[in-house]
């Protein structure tokens, strides 16, 4: 059962139609919200601090009906407890203030592999997990019936269909439009592949797919025109059964006829993450790890380190990105993605950055060296590094210093501007004249 509507029904019950509850089910129901008391007050206060600041709910309300989207605030960093996993797009319908039921249920938050509590190497290293894909970059959007409209129809994560952001506030129009632009864009593409009939075959499931546009969702690009919906592909993840059962990409695959992520041989997720922290062409794999519970698989996230500078250079033509990768050694891989206008600036680039470390590696005088880097980036930047910059100097480890100095001065700088050679070159300049 979800989670989000299960502790939602508690609390009205106790709340609305004064049911007073045992210390086991305080305990229970306090669990799910990751802190177990026997304490009624001690129980409520959880429970408004978890919907009053980690959780966000935006409604809509239709005649006497509401129907409310779930998801984790993000300005919050995320907290693991049972619930949490659940609020990332759970949406229910409540009548008179009274849940209803889960109209979309979708998958759990994916867990970062050796990054977030519960899921460390030591402890899930040696898992071999049931399918492995790869991530695609996009717009994750939930697909589920909703009555009140008499019709599928999408939400995102965040919002529903009749709602979107513009400057950080929340825009909220009529229930029957569809104001979003991404589910725009996959309302098109669904109502032109007859999607919705194959969908229409599983009234009361919930199907996670992701939105595939030109330009991949970490660098964050402005909302899609409706009118270049064709640009974009729908692409299905994970289904969810009436009952609560999550189905792998393979599942979802045979049960709408259409084709999942790219599928990536099986192996321990130590050597998973070890091949895709230096991929610059995939931001992650996704593991889909079985446990006693069908409603609740592990769904692990083993990510690159590299690809987001990697798409910053490709797409954004970030000098900073650029300076990191060429210090990693990525230069040739760095030439494969770029376009033929940006690939001789990256090549004269990386003999800049190369000369730069060269002078780092010939420089005796850590202190002075260092001082003068610090003066540098103090003026340009108004940064104090210079303890950090003589620490790794004398640890001999001068690709960190690099890196540090350069990812700091060419912070919002375009690979396109002659600016950077000449910030390079002055660095170089100072360093030599020691």
Same mark, same amino acid.
């Given at each position: ?21 045992? #210390?086991? +089910?305080?305990?229970?129901? %306090? ?15 959880? $429970? ?7 959780? /966000? ?9 509401? &129907? ?13 407890? *049972? ?5 990332? %797009? ?14 979309? @249920? ?17 402890? @899930? ?5 049931? /399918? ?39 825009? +909220? ?8 632009? $991404? ?18 075959? $599983? ?32 692409? *299905? ?51 889909? &790890? ?10 692990? #996230? ?25 210090? /990693? ?43 003068? &880097?610090?003066?540098?980036?103090? /003026?340009?930047?108004?940064? #104090? &590094?210079?303890? #950090? ?46």
């Amino acid at each position: 059962m979800n989670r989000v509507f299960v502790v939602e029904s508690f609390v009205y019950r106790i709340t609305r139609e004064g049911y007073q509850p045992s #210390e086991e +089910e305080l305990m229970g129901y %306090g669990a799910l919200l990751g802190q177990p008391t026997r304490k009624l007050s001690a129980f409520l206060d959880r $429970y408004r601090q978890v919907f009053g600041y980690q959780i /966000e709910r935006r409604c809509s309300s239709v005649g006497d009906e509401r &129907i409310c989207i779930y998801t984790w605030s993000q300005r919050h960093s995320f907290k693991l407890f *049972p619930l949490s996993l659940h609020a990332f %797009g759970t949406i229910i319908r409540f009548r008179d203030d009274k849940p209803v039921d889960v109209l979309a @249920y979708p998958m759990p938050k994916a867990l970062s592999y050796a990054k977030s509590p519960g899921l460390s190497e030591k402890e @899930y290293g040696d898992r071999i997990p049931r /399918e492995v894909t790869e991530r695609v970059d996009g717009w994750q959007l939930t697909a589920y019936y909703n009555p009140i409209l008499g019709r599928w129809i999408f939400a995102t994560r965040y919002v529903l269909h009749n709602m979107y952001f513009e400057r950080g506030r929340l825009v +909220e129009e009529d229930f029957s439009s569809i104001a979003n632009p $991404y589910i725009y864009v996959a309302d098109r593409l669904a109502d032109e592949f007859n999607l919705y009939q194959i969908l229409d075959r $599983y009234r009361g499931w919930t199907f996670t797919f992701v939105l595939l546009g030109p330009e991949p969702a970490i660098t964050r690009p402005p909302y899609p025109m409706g009118s270049d919906y064709k640009l974009y592909r729908l692409i *299905p993840l994970f289904a969810r059964d009436s009952s609560g059962k999550l189905y792998s990409w393979s599942e979802t695959e045979k049960l709408l006829g259409l084709e999942g992520p790219r599928r990536i041989g099986s192996r321990r997720l130590s050597e998973l993450y070890e091949e895709v922290r230096r991929r610059l062409d995939v931001r992650s794999y996704i593991a889909f &790890i079985d446990t006693d519970d069908p409603e609740n698989p592990v769904i692990a #996230e083993l990510e690159s380190d590299y690809y987001p500078d990697a798409m910053m250079v490709k797409h954004l033509y970030s000098a900073k990105s650029t300076a990191i990768l060429i210090c /990693e050694g990525f230069l040739d891989e760095l030439k494969r993605i770029v376009d033929r206008d940006t690939l001789d600036r990256v090549e004269r680039f990386a003999l800049e950055v190369q000369r730069f470390i060269d002078v780092l590696q010939r420089a005796r005088d850590i202190d002075a060296v260092s001082e003068k &880097i610090s003066s540098v980036v103090k /003026e340009l930047r108004g940064v #104090e &590094i210079r303890g #950090e910059i003589s620490k790794s100097l004398r640890e001999g480890n001068i690709k960190r210093v690099a890196k540090k100095v350069l990812g700091t001065l060419l912070e919002d700088k375009s690979l396109r501007s002659e600016e950077i050679f000449d910030i390079v070159a002055r660095l170089i300049k100072e360093i030599e004249s020691l």
